[in-house]
């Protein structure tokens, strides 16, 4: 059984230049947890291993009794976090004043009722409160600016700097304060100058 590889099924969304670009983003479906504060605190950590639980029990699902009507192996698709400001007056340095919806893709056999399942069965094996945070949704993005930023997070406004201008100079702006991070590198195994992170914000065409 071949394998399902996203970044070169869909590398558009996941191989970003290093130079902003706009792209057309389809519906996807996500497993999601929202919450609030800052991302170095243990609340972002149990929602995160909640999703990645979940995941790695839809992917593994072959060897249970119930292989899923349609089931094809994939490697596990990049966390993600959408991102915006709880009170907007307050300067985007206070991690406190984050709020965030952080998700997992899911591959297109996963249907609402299997959802369910694996929620359960997940709890059975790894116990976490916040898989029941956990909702299954489609998100349509649509037209966004996107770019790979490489580096500290901490170091990411100077992207958005740049994604901004581009959007400028070629008669697209932001429709929303809110942006997305696709993280392709894992933090805890990766030096902070190398890690690698997709940063997208959808715009309107103000052609």
């Not at 991302?39 to 249970?64: D, H, I, Q, R």
């Not at 029941?132 to 580096?151: N, P, V, W, Y």
Request: hydrophobic content about 35%; aromatic content about 12%; some cysteine.
């Amino acid at each position: 059984m071949d394998k399902l590889d996203y970044k070169k099924v869909y590398k558009e969304l996941y191989l970003a230049k290093t130079n902003p670009s706009i792209i057309e983003v389809p519906s996807i479906r996500f497993a999601i947890i929202d919450g609030e504060g800052d991302p170095n605190g243990e609340a972002f950590g149990l929602a995160t291993a909640a999703l990645y639980s979940f995941s790695y029990a839809v992917k593994m699902s072959y060897k249970s009794k119930e292989i899923p009507q349609g089931f094809y192996d994939y490697t596990v698709f990049p966390l993600e976090g959408v991102w915006s400001l709880v009170d907007k007056s307050k300067p985007i340095t206070d991690k406190n004043n984050y709020a965030y919806s952080v998700m997992i893709r899911q591959p297109d056999f996963l249907t609402d009722k299997l959802f369910e399942r694996f929620i359960e069965e997940t709890k059975k094996k790894k116990p976490n409160a916040d898989l029941d945070k956990i909702r299954f949704e489609t998100i349509s993005e649509g037209l966004a600016c996107q770019m790979l930023h490489i580096g500290s997070y901490d170091d990411e406004p100077a992207s958005f700097d740049k994604m901004r201008q581009y959007c400028k100079v070629n008669g697209y702006e932001r429709a929303s304060q809110k942006h997305r991070e696709i993280y392709l590198s894992d933090p805890r195994k990766t030096q902070v100058n190398k890690l690698k992170t997709v940063l997208r914000f959808k715009v309107n065409s103000v052609h």
